[in-house]
């Protein structure tokens, strides 16, 4: 099978980014918007925190419902980051997925980011195993850290195309086949730095076009590296 070439893999990431330019931005708005609900605790914490120190400094002290009440509201503030976090998990790996149906000529709908919270215990799997694994070898030295997360890389997509297959064999099936592939998927992802910088020269506004276009061209890395690209053959491939 012929591999194709980083700027091969780029121009069938932007003609299916074109082809449906509004899905892919409105998609990545949702997650960008679910990203940032999950820095509102904080900031709501620390005005409760200020909040219950002048009603206390006011009263004296505080009564038992008012306790109870600030206890309540510290819990709440401090459980919702993880529970946006995990919110996230399905919806990030549908715009995977939403990636791979793109570039398949398949078309894609907005809502498509919220078709993989009825699998939301697979995916909370997925992200434990994957993210505990890279620690784990972070722990050791970055480079490791960097090889374990190159070696994974490929779970999200082959999950996304079985809905059998474990979080934990998706990794290894990965680590498989990423053997030999781990320089490649670096040096595609080195050569979006510009892009990156472009989006901080622009104050952000970049990362509308720019993160779905990095998007796209991981999923095209992957369809390449087990053969489902349209020229060699489509795939018999169910998204479910």
Not at 1 to 17: P, S
Not at 116 to 127: C, D, H, K, N, P
Not at 183 to 193: A, P, Q
Request: net charge neutral; aromatic share 16%.
């Amino acid at each position: 099978m012929q591999r194709l070439e980083n700027w091969e893999l780029k121009e069938k990431a932007k003609a299916a980014f074109h082809n449906q330019a509004v899905t892919f931005v409105l998609g990545f708005v949702i997650l960008f918007a679910l990203s940032m609900l999950g820095q509102i605790p904080g900031r709501l914490a620390s005005m409760a925190n200020i909040w219950d120190h002048q009603q206390m400094a006011f009263s004296g002290g505080v009564g038992l419902q008012s306790a109870f009440f600030i206890v309540f509201t510290q819990m709440f503030l401090a459980f919702l980051p993880l529970i946006i976090a995990i919110l996230l998990y399905p919806a990030t790996a549908a715009y995977a997925g939403m990636s791979l149906q793109a570039l398949a000529g398949r078309k894609v709908e907005v809502m498509d980011v919220f078709s993989r919270f009825r699998e939301m215990s697979r995916w909370i799997a997925y992200y434990f195993f994957y993210v505990g694994r890279v620690m784990l070898w972070s722990m050791l030295f970055v480079i490791p850290g960097i090889m374990a997360a190159l070696s994974y890389s490929q779970a999200k997509y082959l999950m996304l195309k079985d809905p059998k297959i474990s979080p934990w064999d998706a990794i290894e099936e990965s680590t498989r086949l990423m053997r030999g592939n781990r320089t490649d998927l670096f040096v595609l992802g080195l050569s979006f730095i510009l892009w990156w910088l472009l989006v901080l020269v622009t104050f952000g506004l970049a990362i509308l076009y720019v993160s779905p276009y990095v998007e796209l061209t991981m999923a095209a890395f992957h369809r390449n590296l087990v053969g489902d690209d349209v020229e060699q053959g489509e795939a018999s491939v169910d998204f479910a």
